[in-house]
């Protein structure tokens, strides 16, 4: 059986993963509900799989008080999952209590994963890893959720530029704390 891959982000209403500016975690948009939402994504068993880059950013901002936001329950859970994080630039992941680093082209070793798993595998953030992956055809679901902000001046990384084209069906749709929602879709390529 085959493992389901979610590729699950963050986004500006404009499609932007992060900001500049005064721009805090979460846009400053955060709720309880969202919160124990997330901590329900992480309840299950599951395989996380992270770039290095994502990964260097995790750690930098878990050994900061820079951001609040990273000591949520939510993420504590998902630092305690095992992980897999592709790099031909890390050689280990001493800041990860469960990591593996695995040195490759991202698309066939996930699709090794996605194979030898017994449970989910899931990726917050690591853009590139992830468009890469939805082109070769191997995430099940992309699971955004969409801040009421616009970010045009100070938004970063664009979550799909350079992306192929894609249809998405929709499976599932919530609103968080009356502002935030969360959309699960099935991605395919468009073609």
């Known amino acids: 059986m085959t493992a389901t891959y979610t ?12 900001a500049t500016g005064d721009w805090t975690g979460y846009w400053g948009k955060q709720g309880p509900e969202l919160l124990e939402h997330r901590l329900g994504h992480y309840a299950e068993p599951q395989r996380m799989v992270f770039g290095a880059n994502t990964y260097r ?3 930098g901002l878990l050994s900061s008080d820079v951001e609040e936001a990273v000591h949520d329950p939510w993420v504590t859970r998902m630092v305690n999952l095992p992980a897999t994080i ?3 630039t890390l050689k280990e992941a001493p800041d990860w209590p469960d990591a593996t680093v695995v040195d490759g082209d991202a698309v066939e070793v996930v699709a ?5 798993s017994d449970v989910p595998l899931r990726s917050h953030g690591s853009l590139s ?3 890469a992956l939805m082109k070769a055809g191997l995430v099940d679901f992309v699971q955004i959720s969409v801040f009421p902000v616009i970010t045009g001046r ?3 990384d664009p979550i ?10 929709l499976v599932e749709s919530k609103l968080l704390d009356g502002r935030t929602h969360e959309l699960t879709y099935r991605p395919t390529l468009h073609g």
Do not use: Y
């Open 154 to 156: 100070n938004g970063q």
């Open 57 to 59: 950013a995790f750690v």
């Open 86 to 88: 592709v790099s031909s």
């Open 112 to 116: 090794r994963l996605k194979e030898e």
């Open 7 to 18: 590729f699950d982000v963050f986004s500006s209403l404009d499609g932007f993963g992060t």
């Open 129 to 131: 890893l992830n468009r």
């Open 160 to 169: 799909f530029r350079g992306a192929e084209d894609f249809d998405l069906e």
